[in-house]
């Protein structure tokens, strides 16, 4: 079982910076893909970033060039930096952890972490 513990979230003005933290108690984290998705109020949960085993990562458009998705096999953390956050980036952001094999797909997620933007 793949528990993961999402924090970082919190209150900014447009245009400043947030780094959301999602630690997982799981043996070989490393196979794991990893991402981030958002969820604002009355809307679908959407993908904004993944990063693959190896350190490939992709962005939603919305977010590319400003938002950037690492991690540390080692500490078994995922991270999103996010900076010049404007006021449509507001959501809970969750994280995600999809383990893939031959006829199954594994997906976990974090419990959330809430972010506003408001001046």
């Known amino acids: 079982q793949v528990q993961l513990v999402d924090s970082g979230g919190g209150l900014v003005q447009p245009g400043e910076s947030l780094r959301l933290s999602c630690a997982a108690s799981?043996?070989?984290?490393?196979?794991?893909?990893m991402a981030w998705y958002r969820q604002a109020p009355g809307k679908q949960r959407e993908l904004v970033a993944t990063i693959t085993r190896v350190g490939s990562a992709n962005y939603a458009d919305s977010v590319k060039g400003r938002f950037t998705i690492s991690r540390n096999n080692a500490k078994r953390t995922v991270y999103l930096q996010m900076n010049s956050l404007k006021p449509e980036d507001p959501a809970v952001y969750y994280c995600n952890a999809r383990r893939v094999g031959f006829g199954f797909i594994y997906d976990y997620w974090g419990q959330g972490t809430q972010i506003t933007v408001s001046s």
């Open positions: 799981v043996s070989l984290f490393s196979i794991y893909t």
